[in-house]
């Protein structure tokens, strides 16, 4: 069954600290997944997507194979990061999202 | 900056009561999506539609839950008879269906049913 995972529901960090968010799925064929952010009582706002390998914002995403993972990276985290973060894998025209992670960066 | 337009942006009704929420998806896009957003149950597929006919409803209550799509422009959820658990925001996505584009969401709409 097609599944996205992401393990940590709050991460919490220090402005200027790295930050990594777990993401990993579970899918039979060549996945495409993407990153979505949602600040406060926003919309979800596409970040980023496997196949275009940019940085957003500082973010960067790294599609791992063998591991099935798609974890979101970002060096120095700054308080604008602050957000909730979904994992998201498409299957023909839906979006299987993950239950998110809400990043906390401190000052 | 092409935009899913949601209407209304809030809205709070007593229950019992109809619901009708409203999408235009971004010109030229032919998927639509209706999600449900919880604090208890994050993000939920409600229906989608493709090219106007609806592909999958199966994650909507069919008895008070309808959604239509009466032109290209032009996508509805309607709650009839609303009830207090229905509150959540609900957005409106557009894509259009090809290999790894993403969707699009709008601002959706905070109900609150009291």
């Known amino acids: 069954a097609q599944r996205v995972t992401q393990p940590e529901k709050l991460l919490s960090v220090f402005k200027g600290a790295p930050v990594e968010l777990k993401c990993n799925y579970s899918y039979s064929g060549s996945p495409e997944l993407f990153w979505y952010v949602q600040y406060s009582r926003q919309r979800l706002q596409l970040l980023l997507r496997?196949?275009s390998r940019e940085s957003i914002k500082g973010f960067t995403a790294d599609l791992n194979k063998g591991e099935t993972s798609f974890h979101l990276k970002k060096p120095f985290a700054q308080e604008e990061d602050s957000a909730m973060y979904y994992c998201a894998l498409k299957n023909t025209d839906k979006l299987i999202f993950g239950t998110g992670t809400r990043l906390q960066v401190f000052p | 900056d092409a935009r899913v337009t949601q209407t209304p942006r809030h809205k709070v009704t007593e229950m019992g009561q109809e619901v009708t929420m409203r999408c235009q998806p971004i010109l030229g896009h032919n998927t639509v999506f209706w999600y449900r957003q919880t604090m208890m149950q994050g993000l939920e597929l409600l229906a989608y539609f493709r090219n106007r006919a609806p592909l999958d409803d199966s994650g909507m209550p069919k008895d008070r839950f309808s959604a239509e799509m009466p032109d290209a422009t032009l996508a509805t959820l309607k709650i009839q008879p609303s009830e207090p658990r229905d509150s959540a925001v609900y957005f409106c996505a557009s894509g259009d269906g090809t290999y790894n584009q993403p969707q699009h969401f709008g601002d959706g709409t905070r109900l609150s049913i009291l």
């Open positions: 496997h196949i």
